[in-house]
């Protein structure tokens, strides 16, 4: 019985906004993402089931959210997915499996949902252990300039992604002001 199992994952409650705010800051080292959730919160690429946080010791800890893109190849129909952006954990609780159960738990909830696959642009060498593979096995790509190692696809449902190929629109709140 680690820690990990004293690790409860819940969706975000408005009560929440406020330390997933701080979370995310804490873990960048920087604003942007805490300010990226707050902008995706208004979208509508925003889905408040798939805005989850991770709590410890009645504690919040952790955070990850997931969003509507789409995926569209010139001539195709346009396809939906979810981009996997941000994942946040307080520094002083990193390292012990809230992000891992933050990733299982969300990429679980999304396939319940109905969602058929998930893009991240993220460490090379965290997400495979999800199942994540460089997208340009489907041949999606980037709307910018990314290592191919770090943009990486996930079917929540076998053979989800073929016949999907294409580039990744983002929602606007994305693109930085």
Known sequence: MGIVTAITIREEIKADQEAVFNINEQAFGRKEEALLVDRLRDSTAFIPALSLVAIYENKLIGHILFTRISITAAGQREATALALAPLAVLPEYQKIGAGTLLVEKGLAKAARLGYNAVIVLGHAHYYPRFGFVPAEKWNITAPF?????????????????????????????????
């Open 145 to 177: 300039e990314v290592p191919a190692a770090a943009f990486m696809g996930k079917e929540l449902f076998p053979h989800a992604l073929d016949h999907i190929t294409g580039v990744v629109t983002y929602a606007p709140e994305f693109e930085i002001s």
